[in-house]
């Protein structure tokens, strides 16, 4: 799977999923200080699933109509344990779901998912 990890996922969560042979590239290495628009506009380029913790990507994706057919992964979790959230992220990213194309959003104990949109025709 190929991913754009915004600079707010846990470096355990980069190298867990680079070790199971994913293409990961982290913005915290590579994008440090980027605005959310260019991260956004970065994932579409190469076709990456993007995964946050930043609510802002909802908004850019649905109401400023900024289309991908990439696929966004919204992480909310608590907080209050990141080996545990880690642990979470991992699990849920291990499942076999198809991201692309969608808005995901996985909490602690539910995945959610909606089309994103192919055109701001379609917000």
Avoid at 3 to 11: D, K, S, V, W
Avoid at 12 to 18: F, I, Y
Avoid at 19 to 37: I, K, P, T, Y
Avoid at 98 to 111: C, K, L, N, P, Q
Wanted: glycine fraction near 6%; proline fraction near 6%; aromatic fraction near 6%.
């Amino acid at each position: 799977m190929r991913y754009l990890a915004n600079e707010n996922m846990p470096g355990s969560v980069v190298r867990m999923l680079r070790s199971q042979g994913n293409d990961v590239l982290w913005a915290a290495e590579s994008m440090r200080g980027e605005s959310d628009v260019a991260i956004l506009s970065q994932a579409k380029a190469d076709a990456r699933i993007l995964l946050t913790c930043d609510k802002d990507f909802g908004e850019l994706v649905y109401r400023s109509g900024l289309p991908t057919t990439s696929g966004v992964i919204l992480f909310r979790l608590r907080g209050d344990s990141p080996a545990r959230d880690a642990t979470r992220m991992i699990a849920a990213l291990c499942e076999p779901r198809s991201w692309a194309g969608h808005f995901s959003v996985i909490d602690e104990d539910r995945i959610r998912m909606r089309p994103l949109p192919t055109s701001p025709a379609d917000l």
